[in-house]
């Protein structure tokens, strides 16, 4: 009875640990040939400009070592400096605490033989400034990580690109916030002159 209820503790406790840690980066093959539309040092506009993304299985590794891989997705992701002195956008080798990447460009099956592994995404509204690069991810039937592949180094510091955010202000609001200003000034003067007018 004692040992029975050890291992389903032990079995408990297994399952807690493996939904608490999440995969290891440092674990992941690159096994993915990632490329996108932005040339190195490109700036784009966000809810504007366009993204083109796409995917595929480098042959240089053995046949077969993509047989466990079911689904893709591939990220917009942060280069370092841009996660500096943000802990949002922090980098961790276990990906379930990763920040690295936090939006989906690409969202589909995993098709090693197709020759249109790509889509064309509209930057969103919400994505903020900052320097970028695209990484895919290639998970197994139990929705893990199994590899991975990007467009930049592993240090991450090549074909880097830029997204402008949206700042949230208009040129109309800035010209009508200049002509109140304007307004107000003019009216002040000719407050006090009215005033001298009447003192005289």
């Known amino acids: 009875m004692a040992v029975c209820g050890f291992l389903v503790v032990s079995l408990l406790l297994s399952c807690l640990v493996e939904t608490c840690h999440g995969v290891a980066f440092s674990s992941l093959q690159s096994t993915l ?14 809810g504007k400009d366009q993204i083109t993304a796409a995917w595929s299985y480098n042959q240089t590794h053995p046949s077969g070592t993509d047989s466990t891989y079911k689904t893709m997705k591939v990220k917009l992701c942060y280069a370092p400096i841009s996660q500096v002195d943000r802990s949002w956008r922090k980098t961790n080798d276990d990906l379930n605490k990763d920040k690295t990447c936090q939006f989906n460009i690409i969202s589909g099956p995993y098709n090693s033989t197709s020759g ?27 929705g893990v ?38 307004f107000s000034i003019v009216a002040l003067f000719g407050f006090f002159y009215v005033e001298k007018r009447k003192a005289e």
Do not use: M
Not at 146 to 153: E, V
């Open 33 to 46: 040939v990632v490329t996108a539309s932005p040339t190195p040092g490109q700036v784009l506009k966000a």
């Open 145 to 182: 990580e199994a590899a991975y592949g990007q467009t930049t180094n592993p240090q991450k510091t090549t074909d880097l690109f830029e997204v402008t955010g949206i700042s949230g202000r208009h040129v109309s609001l800035d010209v009508a916030s200049i002509c109140f200003s304007a």
């Open 116 to 142: 249109n592994n790509s889509s064309t995404w509209t930057i969103g509204k919400d994505i903020p400034t900052a320097t970028y690069f695209v990484r895919a991810y290639a998970y197994n039937a139990d």
